[in-house]
């Protein structure tokens, strides 16, 4: 089993950053992939970022690639999500997720644990 707790949402304007934590709990952390997942409203749940259990093995949907970064510490147990040059379409609850497998993959559905999620706002 793996509890995952998200931190770092809040508001902000465009164009400014926010960076994104979440925290693991459990054994074994460097055998998941990692991944970053957000939801707006009235949308579909959709891949942001994902990482393998070393950070050569890291992937991004082309809507945040070259804004956002993420990373792990395998010896904290936690995952990052850095986010630059935010637009106000990146509004929307974010979800660490872990996969029980060392290669990260952008589909939700081979993920088995979530977070509650964390609200980002971007503001024009």
């Known amino acids: 089993q793996v509890q995952l707790v998200e931190s770092g949402g809040g508001l902000v304007q465009a164009g400014g950053s926010l960076r994104l934590s979440c925290a693991a709990s459990g054994r074994s952390f460097s055998n998941y992939a990692m991944g970053w997942f957000r939801q707006a409203p009235g949308k579909e749940r959709e891949f942001v970022a994902a990482c393998g259990w070393s950070e050569d093995l890291k992937m991004y949907a082309d809507s945040v690639k070259g804004r956002f970064t993420i990373s792990r510490d395998n010896f904290k147990n936690t995952v990052s999500l850095q986010m630059n040059s935010l637009k106000p379409e990146d509004t929307a609850v974010y979800y660490c997720?872990?996969?029980?497998?060392?290669?990260?993959?952008?589909?939700?559905?081979?993920?088995?644990?979530w977070g509650q999620g964390t609200q980002v706002t971007v503001s024009s």
């Open positions: 997720a872990a996969r029980s497998n060392i290669i990260p993959t952008p589909s939700s559905a081979n993920y088995n644990y």
